[in-house]
């Protein structure tokens, strides 16, 4: 009897697919996650292995990787099962050594053939369409990343902005008011500094930090989305990392192609930087993460997969007086999946896919107190930019009234938005919400701005 490894975190999905394939002879075994898969698979060395790629414990790729490095099961047929439409997503699997790159739902027939295809030895990688379920609830417990400040113990919590900018940072008269640094955003909460992101905003918070401290040992946790550019490139510029009394906890997960620490070592060697990251004087410590719940001292932290190229994370962060949530990079999937160049087969099965991968947002954020969201392009915009990973201001707005967020805050703005058009999308933001009877408030991040958590404290 032939045997296939599901490997999937959405049991509905290994579920479907087990039923699906055990009447044309197929033994199931299933893993609720890429570590538990590569152990599976180095016991039971099956002859098919159907993986996910947005899980938790070891992504799609990196098991992949894993199994093409392990001379016991090198050989396995691999087809990659997902909702990413994106084409490098598709690349860099087949790059990591899959067979096949099957996008969900997953109609049967094209699974059988895909199925045929790699397991008679004609591998022709295709991509198809789908039926099935997908990521969703992502949950665990973690090791502790804890670290304690006296910062922001008086209960003064507050979500300040550095950096707002996507893609590139664009200083210039024309961005004057919200500013031209990329992605980094300070959260001050129970006596914790948590950075999140490391675009260039990062060097003028480390200057502050500097002269708020004096020199004082700082205990500063920095929570990474994803190692496109923008959201790294500040980090050699960091002060605190280059002081030995301080420790900075860099922490994120694996990317597509390669590890965390690799990455951020590789825009510090020498072709591009003088100092290599193991150089930097700071108490630096890079954990990458394999869980998607985790504590940073009294903060709770959940952490969920984005629509975004590659690999990429939104935080939900819950603090005593509130709770923020940050998805710089995010391309919500119903109008994606609505347009011909990422459509699937089945019109009505796709829909209701992007539906439930949208849902899952909606429940990643509900009912949360600051939304920081990636609202790159307005709706004309997004037409020519549909399938690079980047929100749409009207999604993103009725995304924020469906999961009755309190206070949403524009984010990852596009470099060729000067501080007027930006101010049109706020305007045009919050006439959407009047319109839908919500009391969302709407503004753009802007550099400098603070957003105070405690609810006696007004914000800006
Ligand atoms: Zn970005
Ligand atoms: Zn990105």
């Not at 075994?29 to 599976?40: M, N, R």
Request: charged content about 25%; proline content about 6%.
């Amino acid at each position: 009897m032939k045997t296939v490894l599901l490997i999937d975190d959405e049991p509905v999905f290994r579920e479907v697919l087990g039923q699906l394939l055990e009447p044309h002879g197929w033994k199931i075994i299933e893993a609720g996650d890429g570590e538990e898969g590569l152990a599976l698979a180095a016991r039971h060395k099956p002859d098919l292995i159907l993986c996910d790629l947005m899980m938790p414990r070891c992504n799609g790729f990196a098991v992949t990787r894993a199994v093409r490095s392990d001379a016991r099961i090198k050989n396995t047929r691999i087809i990659i099962t997902t909702g990413s439409t994106y084409a490098t997503d598709r690349i860099h699997a087949f790059e990591a050594g899959a067979d096949e790159f099957l996008l969900k739902p997953i109609p049967l027939k094209e699974l059988l053939a895909a199925i045929d295809r790699v397991t008679t030895g004609r591998i022709t990688p295709s991509t198809t369409q789908a039926d099935g379920e997908s990521v969703s609830a992502i949950q665990a417990t973690l090791p502790p990343a804890r670290v304690t400040n006296a910062a922001g113990a008086d209960g003064n919590n507050f979500v300040r902005f550095w950096g707002v900018r996507g893609s590139l940072p664009t200083p210039g008269p024309g961005t004057i008011f919200y500013g031209g640094n990329t992605s980094c955003v300070e959260l001050r909460a129970d006596g914790e500094i948590i950075i999140l992101d490391a675009g260039s905003g990062i060097r003028p918070l480390g200057l502050h930090l500097a002269a708020e401290f004096k020199g004082a040992p700082l205990h500063l946790t920095l929570l990474i989305s994803h190692t496109h550019w923008d959201h790294i490139q500040g980090f050699p510029f960091f002060l605190p990392a280059y002081n030995p009394v301080n420790k900075v906890h860099v922490l994120g997960y694996e990317g597509s192609r390669q590890g965390l620490e690799s990455i951020l070592s590789a825009q510090m060697e020498s072709p591009y930087f003088p100092i290599g990251l193991k150089q930097m004087p700071g108490n630096i410590k890079i954990t990458e993460m394999r869980e998607f719940e985790f504590e940073v001292g009294r903060v709770k932290v959940k952490a969920t997969f984005t629509n975004h190229p590659g690999i990429c994370i939104g935080y939900r962060l819950e603090t005593s007086s509130g709770s923020v949530a940050y998805l710089p990079d995010n391309e919500p999937f119903q109008r994606l999946r609505s347009l011909p160049s990422h459509a699937t087969g089945d019109a009505t099965e796709s829909a209701a896919y992007a539906r439930k991968q949208d849902q899952r947002l909606i429940d990643f954020v509900k009912d949360v107190d600051v939304l920081i969201i990636d609202a790159q392009y307005n709706d004309r915009e997004y037409q020519k930019h549909v399938g690079w990973g980047h929100g749409c201001l009207d999604d993103v707005v009725g995304l924020a009234i469906l999961a009755n967020v309190k206070r949403l805050f524009l984010f990852h703005h596009d470099p060729g938005h000067d501080d007027a058009e930006i101010s049109r999308m706020v305007a045009w933001a919050r006439q959407i919400a009047t319109e839908r009877q919500s009391a969302l408030r709407v503004e753009a991040a802007r550099e400098g701005m603070e957003v105070f958590l405690k609810p006696d404290r007004k914000g800006k």
